[in-house]
């Protein structure tokens, strides 16, 4: 698909359209775990709480992803750290 946010956009524009498109948000900012709840209800969120690497980092997002997408099945936001996918 590719990217369709242009920079800058806002956070509650970006789920917006998300949304729509309906395609889940992988990111490392937090405000993303609390938006408005009317967002927060229809939104995907992966959220990344990882430093450091890259290439560590795009690794651990690899081997986790399968159990992100099936814990996303009945929750909306997930997390990714160093213990590996967790909803919260």
């Known amino acids: ?3 369709v946010a242009r920079p800058g956009i806002g956070n509650n524009e970006l789920a917006e359209l998300s949304i729509k498109l309906n395609v889940i948000i992988i990111t490392r900012d937090a405000d993303f775990t609390r938006l408005r709840r009317s967002l927060m209800k229809k939104l995907k969120v992966i959220y990344l709480r990882l430093s450091g690497d890259p290439n560590v980092i795009a ?7 399968t159990k992100c997408i099936n814990i996303l099945r009945k929750h909306n936001v997930v997390m990714i750290d160093e213990e590996g996918c967790h909803k919260i």
């Open 59 to 65: 690794k651990c997002v690899l081997g986790s992803i």
């Open 1 to 3: 698909m590719g990217e």
